[in-house]
Nanobody, 119 residues
């Protein structure tokens, strides 16, 4: 069973930084990983994605401030968030698309990690 374990959320002041991590287990091949976020009363929105060849894509709100990266040896994705703003406050979810150890094409989500930007 594929599992995604997220970490790194918390409370930070405006202008501060956080680094989120997402470690995958039970996976055979990872095609792509991404981060999404959901603020209270809002839909879950894309933040950033990264493919298995390292190509990245960002929401306009994340460009220039956030950086997504992957450590393929550790099956782990990261989201470095700088210059955080109060409007970045949300639950951040890790997403993975790939093939599990039973060779099934799967999409998986992490449990979410809270990021709060407030003074």
């Amino acid at each position: 069973q594929v599992q995604l374990v997220e970490s790194g959320g918390g409370l930070v002041q405006p202008g501060g930084s956080l680094r989120l991590s997402c470690a995958a287990s039970g996976i055979f091949v990872i095609n792509g990983m991404g981060w999404y976020r959901q603020a209270p009363g809002q839909e879950r929105d894309l933040v950033a994605t990264i493919t298995n060849d390292g190509s990245t894509d960002y929401a306009d709100s994340a460009k220039g401030r956030f950086t997504i990266s992957r450590d393929n040896a550790k099956n782990t994705a990261y989201l470095q968030m700088n210059s955080l703003k109060p409007e970045d406050t949300a639950v951040y979810y890790c997403n993975l698309e790939g093939v599990d150890t039973k060779l099934r094409v799967i999409e998986a989500w992490g449990q979410g990690t809270q990021v709060t930007v407030s003074s």
